[in-house]
């Protein structure tokens, strides 16, 4: 009697261990790539800057009281999180449309749209960012065809226009993937079902597809904001020095001014500070979406 109901138990634990096997490599890179550079990262915020070396292994506090002190760095806060915020409406505003017709298309148009969604990713971020140069610049193709219609120039790079455009551009197909996954498990019968019942196109959108979706949005708005205010490369190239955004603020800290305690410090304050608001707004959707019982 008992090795039968050891038997089970046994079994269990052996199925928790291979379970355990599994996740085993995705942790070790989590660990190995994540999680060990930030604790070196914090560490190194602690350390006192030196001129003769990155930092001297002395503790202090004055690097956070420098950061959280120093009202610029709060409008490099503020700016690199609007930047994001707009990024993600934008995205989810422009890509909710694309991601409902590939998740309701047919089989075979359903493989030509998601082609065309994937194909930028085949293409480097940095060339991608070279072409709107092409496009935005002052001698660009856009504004030498306002040229052209008597329109005159418009201001479309090295500004927070410029690197809005290439970061919606890049990041759209990263919210189209999450929202077409999400909208693809919505059946269509409850549609046709609240559009029988009298509900316009508008209203069975608003009442039945986009609250059903919403852990496509959740998903895809945390997934592109999160990617939009830690870029480097579209900010820099499409902003210029006129946007400055806590990326490349932290890189100029470390690289310019030699200054890493001070850098690693505001890298790790940025940190906490975006934790705290994914933190936030999932707790808020979460409530938004929980159906009432």
């Known amino acids: 009697m008992q090795a039968a109901v050891a038997s089970p138990r046994a079994r269990s ?7 355990g096997l599994l996740i085993a490599p995705a942790l070790g890179v989590m660990l190995v790539f994540f999680v060990l ?15 003769q070396a990155p930092y001297l292994r002395v503790l202090t506090l004055a690097n956070y009281a420098r950061v959280v002190r120093d009202p610029f760095t709060w409008g490099v806060v503020w700016r690199t999180l609007w930047l994001g915020a707009l990024t993600t409406i934008l995205s989810l505003v422009l890509s909710y449309p694309v991601a409902y017709h590939l998740a309701r298309a047919s089989r075979r148009i359903k493989g030509v749209l998601m082609i065309l969604v994937i194909s930028p990713l085949l293409v480097g ?17 856009i504004n030498q065809g306002l040229r052209a219609l008597g329109i005159g120039r418009l201001p479309l790079m090295y500004n927070q226009t410029g690197a809005l455009i290439g970061l919606v551009h890049v990041f759209i197909p990263f919210m189209v993937l999450s929202l077409a996954g999400s909208i693809q498990g919505i059946d269509p019968e409850l549609e046709m079902e609240a559009r029988s019942l009298g509900a316009g196109a508008w209203r069975t959108f608003w009442r039945v597809t986009l609250p059903l979706s919403l852990p496509g949005v959740l998903a895809g708005t945390v997934l592109v904001f999160v990617l939009a205010i830690s870029s480097y490369v579209i900010p820099s190239l499409l902003g210029g020095f006129t946007v400055l955004t806590v990326p490349i ?26 934790l705290a608001l994914v933190w936030l707004y999932l707790r808020l959707l979460g409530r938004i979406s929980r159906p009432v019982t």
């Open 13 to 19: 634990d052996v199925r928790a261990w291979r379970r």
């Open 37 to 51: 550079p930030y604790l070196n990262l914090l560490l190194i915020s602690f350390f006192t800057p030196s001129h």
């Open 125 to 141: 971020v940095l060339i991608r960012t070279y072409g709107w140069i092409i496009l935005l610049q002052d001698t660009g193709v």
């Open 249 to 274: 603020l932290v890189v100029r800290t470390i690289t310019e001014l030699f200054n890493w305690p001070a850098g690693s410090a505001f890298a790790i304050l940025f940190f906490a500070i975006t």
